[in-house]
């Protein structure tokens, strides 16, 4: 099955500055790639996503980078702040019709003032 | 608000017990999908039922069972409880099919401690 790997597990950021975290997949045939924030206790929400047909996509400060051939993708949030701090989760799945997705095992990352 | 609803958010229970956790998953989700987060870790995916039927299952440890109802919610069962089972159980659904965008919409979790 899929296996999602992701770098690195902890980010520490001085407030303004970017963040980058990677991630790898394993199977070639998937083709859907979210990323999921989740603020402490609470529940995972998607922020982005970006499909294979796609190398790059940008939502505000946040975007999403994919290299299918290398089958890694990144996510890049520029002038952080405070509210970015949670922990962030890659995905991966076959399809947007409904298969499973397999998770990153998460960043945590933590933007100080 | 996901529209997802998880019931019960907290549940305190001794090893060797057996429990029910409950999801209602949004209006016209077909798919429900069952996700286990333990301490400090990452979202281990169980099992995804759709329209009733099972479709797709992972790590789901054979002491655990779910199923999705003719209403569409769904129950994950956990028998013979073990310490190491408390965790935080996430319910997500999704559209699925033609007009699904992929995205999950997580409930806000059950949060089981098996002392």
């Known amino acids: ?113 | 608000d996901s529209g997802v609803t998880q019931t019960p958010k907290h549940l305190i229970t001794a090893t060797g017990q057996r429990v029910t956790l409950r999801c209602s998953p949004r209006s016209g989700d077909l798919s429900v999908y069952w996700y286990q987060q333990s301490l400090d870790q990452g979202l281990q995916f169980l099992i995804q039922y759709y329209n009733g039927e099972e479709r797709a299952k992972g790590n789901i440890l054979e002491r655990f069972s779910a199923q999705q109802f003719p209403d569409l919610h769904s129950e994950l069962n956990l028998s013979s409880l073990e310490l190491g089972d408390s965790a935080l159980y996430f319910c997500a659904s999704s559209v699925s099919g033609r007009g699904g965008t992929g995205e999950l919409f997580f409930g806000e979790g059950s949060r089981l401690t098996v002392l």
Request: charged fraction near 20%; include cysteine; hydrophobic fraction near 30%.
């Open chain 1, 1 to 113: 099955g899929e296996n999602v790997e992701q770098h690195p597990s902890t980010l520490s950021v001085q407030e303004g500055d970017s963040a980058v975290i990677k991630c790898t997949y394993s199977d070639s045939a998937s083709n859907y790639f979210p990323w999921y924030k989740q603020e402490l206790g609470k529940r995972p929400q998607l922020i982005i996503d970006i499909r294979s047909n796609v190398g790059e996509k940008k939502d505000q400060r946040i975007a999403v980078t994919l290299n299918k051939t290398a089958k890694h993708f990144s996510l890049h949030i520029t002038e952080t702040q405070p509210e970015d701090s949670a922990v962030y989760f890659c995905a991966a799945s076959k399809s947007t019709s409904g298969s499973r997705l397999t998770f990153g095992e998460g960043t945590q990352l933590t933007v100080n003032p």
